[in-house]
């Protein structure tokens, strides 16, 4: 089977939710990449720390993903965004993205 290398950055969010806003604590914030929700493909961002609800990462992760696959719509990228708390995670977002829009078109085939 032909595979693709596909490297996605994650550089930085803007406006995240402040679910610390209560307790008027900081902000703990790191992502979560994943190839469908698929835990065998997740990578996880470090905390940032400062950043509050403007949190940078600029992390990389690298995934081979057969070519047919992502032509076929069955591969999707999902970046999940949570706040660290004391006992739990919060998740406070995330975002589901077709590879087929990127990779269909582009490139040799």
Request: charge should be positive; hydrophobic fraction near 35%; include cysteine.
């Amino acid at each position: 089977m032909e595979c693709r290398e596909l490297e996605i950055t994650l550089i930085s969010a803007q406006n995240l939710e402040n679910v610390r806003n209560f307790f008027k604590k900081r902000v703990r914030l790191y992502a979560k990449i994943s190839l469908g929700g698929n835990l065998r493909t997740q990578n996880t961002t470090p905390v940032d720390k400062e950043g509050q609800t403007h949190p940078v990462w600029n992390f990389t992760a690298v995934y081979t993903v057969g070519k047919n696959a992502v032509k076929s719509h069955e591969i999707k990228l999902l970046i999940q965004f949570f706040c660290v708390r004391t006992s739990q995670e919060t998740n406070i977002g995330e975002l589901n993205l077709s590879l087929a829009e990127k990779y269909v078109g582009r490139g040799p085939s």
